[in-house]
């Protein structure tokens, strides 16, 4: 019943900017850390930025100093602010959330993905 959707990515060209959301619906308890990660084709999936339910955010980093993570818990919604956008951030960009569901443990849940794509 738990979804992730994702919404924000498309075509930029280098040095703009996007924003990307993520909103999680369904039977939520609570949600613990969220974040964003990236895949760039023949590479691994690999984490850009995290943030906790206290709203502390960590960076990989290559986007330290470019990027912005921010979440409204009242709206269970994570977001991810990117600026000075270089070809090498192009990727499909994944929510991920730890959540807790109708149980009582915590598990991570994946949003289907959707592509960022910097470019002249």
């Known amino acids: 019943q738990v979804q992730l959707v994702e919404s924000g990515g498309g075509l930029v060209q280098p040095g703009g900017s996007l924003r990307l959301s993520c909103a999680v619906s369904g039977s939520i308890r609570s949600i613990n850390v969220m974040g964003w990660y990236r895949q760039a084709p023949g590479k691994q999936r690999e984490l850009v930025a995290g943030?906790?339910?206290?709203?502390?955010?960590n960076f990989a980093d290559s986007v330290k100093g470019r990027c912005t993570i921010s979440r409204d818990n009242a709206k269970n919604t994570v977001y991810l602010q990117m600026t000075s956008l270089k070809p090498e951030d192009t990727a499909v960009y994944y929510c991920?959330?730890?959540?807790?569901?109708?149980?009582?443990?915590?598990?991570?849940?994946w949003g289907q993905g959707t592509q960022v794509t910097v470019s002249s």
């Open positions: 943030i906790t339910s206290g709203g502390t955010a």
């Open positions: 991920n959330a730890n959540l807790q569901s109708t149980g009582f443990l915590f598990r991570d849940y």
